[in-house]
């Protein structure tokens, strides 16, 4: 008879498990964010620079529900119509510190944001005086009344004028009879809000019944970053919205609102009501909100052509573009309707969005768990959060953030020491069993069955179990993945240096490659630690010792594209279980308890 030696099932259903569970941790939500084409840095415009008009994509229109109004237009109406050039120079409103924005004098909407708190880019080099992110664009701006889906044709602006901090304007609608007046204004206390005031008046002697009127909800492209260099783990933005009616917040991903938005979808999303709609990039969006006790009547969204000035690989990345749909309004002659719009630009910021309410925050997908979106999981990814922010202000700037999850990895190793410390010893007694485990299977070669029998009763007597190594980690997958969810999503990592690492939300590439393999040691170490853990506590299964040491291998490459926050984390995470078992190895041969005694049953 052939001489094999038995591979024991519950090893291998643990060891198999083990591996299933960090594969799903890493793989299932950047399949989940897969897109048809690279992304690159949003639109970023530099002053006195001018962007290309993007074409119009082929789409088919979408009639608008039937109406009566002032003015009447036989325009067809298309969903991703860009607007007109702006005829005349903007004009500059803002929030001093935080945002400098540009606001069209004539169509009205604001054709570029400036977010004077965050960079461009970061590099090993030192940049004096850094290019600032740029959000949107004059062909789709945001925050402006969008006319051309409801028949109404405007004339040209009566008048525009400062107002409060903000600025007014006033148009007619050709025939007179209809007046629209909109103020944009910062919201007073905010950072990063805008108030948006439209008010329509009829000036005629009939009623009036207007439906079809949009605003412009901004368009981005999906991320800040190259995607050939960070494609595993890198949220991809969406357009998403909320209401009442739900429990969480609908996001709608690139395929969405790209390949798979066919008329049939479109019709359904124009019927479907929102309190709020928000377009947004992996680090930053744009928000609409309305404040009254009214909702959005429908919503679009859908992939508008990119641009080529501005961008910093001119690769004309697709953008993401949303339209929110008004309600219908009937007016007497003389009345006036008055809608009220909170906005906010800027950064996706976790605590920011969170006090906004509405479920906003849900757009970052912190509370991602496997397969599915779960409350407890948001919480504590919050948790962590801002346990990190607070041990990164104990330390200098620049190593701050890196500090903050060397902090949050020391938090967690310590929470979970019990559990590690049963963990080790258990593995440690494994080793130890491994000569008697040997002699069972040389004795019993010929009888897997009585091998595996004489095996358990081994493990019993000398009360070891066998799942003890994994164990531990399956545990730490909640925390795993909350970690994930953070390290992927929080803006604070953005551009946050440590040690060689320029910035912490992409890998760590030193400024030197191999060949053109880019260098990434914290991945590197992340491998290294991961052998060396596995050759202090080998198993006993020759199979499984293989396997684990083929995983420390295997996670480089799943590692390799990710954050270097993550590989920070683990590569920390390992160095402290390795310190761990010196400890009580240490601490072992203090009691004279080097070598487990073993039971031979």
Same mark, same amino acid.
């Given at each position: 008879?052939?001489?094999?030696?038995?591979?024991?099932?519950?090893?291998?259903?643990?060891?198999?498990?083990?591996?299933?569970?960090?594969?799903?941790? *890493?793989?299932?939500?950047?399949?989940?964010?897969?897109?048809?084409?690279?992304?690159?840095?949003?639109?970023?415009?530099?002053?006195?620079?001018?962007?290309?008009?993007?074409?119009?994509?082929?789409?088919?229109? *979408?009639?608008?529900?039937?109406?009566?109004?002032?003015?009447?237009?036989?325009?067809?109406?298309?969903?991703?119509?860009?607007?007109?050039?702006?005829?005349?120079?903007?004009?500059?409103?803002?929030?001093?510190?935080?945002?400098?924005?540009?606001?069209?004098?004539?169509?009205?909407?604001?054709?570029?944001?400036?977010?004077?708190?965050?960079?461009?880019?970061? &590099?090993?080099?030192?940049?004096?005086?850094?290019? /600032?992110?740029?959000?949107?664009?004059?062909?789709?701006?945001?925050?402006?009344?969008?006319?051309?889906?409801?028949?109404?044709?405007?004339?040209?602006?009566?008048? #525009?004028?400062?107002?409060?901090?903000?600025?007014?304007?006033?148009?007619?609608?050709?025939?007179?009879?209809?007046?629209?007046?909109?103020?944009?204004?910062?919201?007073?206390?905010?950072?990063?809000?805008?108030?948006?005031?439209? &008010? !329509?008046?009829?000036?005629?002697?009939?009623?009036?019944?207007?439906?079809?009127?949009?605003?412009?909800?901004?368009?981005?492209?999906?991320?800040?970053?190259?995607?050939?260099?960070?494609?595993?783990?890198?949220?991809?933005?969406?357009?998403?919205? #909320?209401?009442?009616?739900?429990?969480?917040?609908?996001? !709608?991903?690139?395929?969405?609102?790209?390949?798979?938005?066919?008329?049939?979808?479109?019709?359904?999303?124009?019927?479907?009501?929102?309190?709020?709609?928000?377009?947004?990039?992996?680090?930053?969006?744009?928000?609409?909100?309305?404040?009254?006790?009214?909702?959005?009547?429908?919503?679009?969204?859908?992939?508008?052509?990119?641009?080529?000035?501005?961008?910093?690989?001119?690769?004309?990345?697709?953008?993401?573009?949303?339209?929110?749909?008004?309600?219908?309004?009937?007016?007497?002659?003389?009345?006036? /309707?008055?809608?009220?719009?909170?906005?906010?630009?800027?950064?996706?910021?976790?605590?920011?969005?969170?006090?906004?309410?509405?479920?906003?925050?849900?757009?970052?997908?912190?509370?991602?768990?496997?397969?599915?979106?779960?409350?407890?999981? #948001?919480?504590?990814?919050?948790?962590?959060?801002?346990?990190?922010?607070?041990?990164?202000?104990?330390?200098?700037?620049?190593?701050?953030?890196?500090?903050?999850?060397?902090?949050?990895?020391? *938090?967690?190793?310590?929470?979970?020491?019990?559990?590690?410390?049963?963990? &080790?010893?258990?593995?440690?007694?494994?080793?130890?069993?491994?000569?008697?485990?040997?002699?069972?299977?040389?004795?019993?070669?010929?009888?897997?069955?009585?091998?595996?029998?004489?095996?358990?009763?081994?493990?019993?007597?000398? /009360?070891?179990?066998?799942?003890?190594?994994?164990?531990?980690?399956?545990?730490?997958?909640?925390?795993?993945?909350?970690?994930?969810?953070?390290?992927?999503?929080?803006?604070?990592?953005?551009?946050?240096?440590?040690?060689?690492?320029?910035?912490?939300?992409?890998?760590?590439?030193?400024?030197?490659?191999?060949?053109?393999?880019?260098?990434?040691?914290?991945?590197?170490?992340?491998?290294?630690?991961?052998?060396?853990?596995?050759? !202090?506590?080998?198993?006993?299964?020759?199979?499984?010792?293989?396997?684990?040491n083929m995983m420390s291998v295997v996670f480089i490459f799943m590692f390799y594209g990710m954050p270097s926050a993550l590989t920070l984390y683990m590569s920390v995470n390992q160095l402290l279980s390795i310190a761990q078992m010196l400890f009580i190895r240490r601490l072992e041969a203090r009691k004279g308890k080097t070598n487990p005694v073993i039971v031979t049953p």
């Open positions: 008879m052939e001489n094999k030696e038995a591979l024991d099932p519950i090893n291998v259903a643990g060891v198999i498990a083990c591996i299933l569970a960090f594969v799903l941790i *890493v793989w299932y939500n950047s399949s989940k964010r897969s897109q048809p084409q690279e992304a690159s840095p949003p639109l970023l415009l530099s002053s006195g620079e001018e962007a290309a008009q993007p074409a119009s994509g082929a789409a088919e229109a *979408v009639s608008p529900a039937p109406f009566v109004s002032p003015g009447a237009s036989s325009r067809i109406y298309d969903p991703k119509q860009p607007f007109r050039m702006p005829q005349s120079a903007a004009l500059e409103l803002g929030i001093p510190g935080y945002l400098q924005a540009s606001l069209d004098p004539q169509g009205g909407g604001f054709t570029a944001v400036k977010l004077l708190q965050h960079n461009l880019s970061k &590099t090993h080099q030192v940049q004096e005086h850094p290019a /600032k992110v740029v959000l949107g664009h004059y062909d789709y701006p945001f925050l402006a009344l969008n006319d051309s889906g409801s028949g109404l044709e405007l004339g040209e602006p009566g008048y #525009g004028a400062a107002d409060n901090g903000g600025y007014s304007l006033r148009r007619l609608s050709k025939d007179q009879s209809l007046e629209i007046s909109e103020t944009w204004r910062p919201k007073e206390g905010s950072e990063y809000e805008l108030e948006y005031v439209v &008010t !329509l008046r009829n000036l005629g002697a009939d009623r009036l019944s207007l439906a079809g009127l949009r605003l412009e909800a901004g368009a981005l492209p999906p991320s800040l970053s190259n995607q050939r260099k960070a494609k595993v783990g890198e949220s991809s933005g969406g357009v998403s919205y #909320g209401s009442p009616a739900l429990r969480r917040a609908k996001n !709608l991903k690139i395929r969405d609102v790209g390949s798979k938005m066919n008329a049939e979808r479109q019709a359904q999303l124009m019927q479907t009501p929102a309190n709020w709609l928000a377009v947004h990039s992996k680090y930053f969006l744009f928000y609409v909100r309305f404040n009254q006790n009214e909702s959005f009547v429908g919503l679009e969204a859908n992939m508008v052509a990119g641009l080529d000035n501005g961008l910093a690989n001119g690769n004309q990345p697709e953008r993401l573009h949303g339209r929110a749909i008004l309600p219908p309004l009937s007016l007497e002659p003389g009345a006036e /309707k008055r809608w009220e719009i909170s906005a906010y630009v800027g950064p996706k910021d976790i605590r920011r969005l969170h006090a906004i309410g509405g479920n906003l925050e849900n757009i970052m997908e912190m509370d991602r768990f496997f397969f599915w979106n779960v409350a407890w999981m #948001g919480w504590l990814s919050r948790l962590l959060l801002t346990c990190m922010v607070w041990i990164s202000k104990l330390f200098p700037a620049s190593v701050g953030y890196g500090m903050g999850i060397v902090g949050i990895t020391l *938090v967690v190793k310590t929470l979970f020491w019990p559990l590690n410390h049963r963990s &080790t010893v258990s593995m440690r007694k494994m080793s130890a069993l491994n000569p008697e485990l040997k002699k069972l299977r040389e004795r019993y070669k010929d009888d897997p069955q009585k091998m595996y029998r004489k095996q358990q009763e081994l493990f019993k007597a000398n /009360k070891v179990s066998q799942l003890g190594g994994c164990l531990p980690m399956l545990c730490q997958i909640p925390v795993f993945f909350a970690l994930f969810n953070t390290f992927r999503n929080a803006i604070e990592l953005r551009q946050a240096g440590f040690l060689w690492a320029v910035d912490l939300s992409m890998p760590d590439d030193l400024f030197f490659s191999l060949a053109g393999l880019p260098i990434r040691p914290f991945a590197l170490m992340m491998g290294a630690t991961m052998y060396l853990q596995q050759k !202090l506590t080998p198993s006993p299964d020759p199979n499984q010792a293989k396997m684990m």
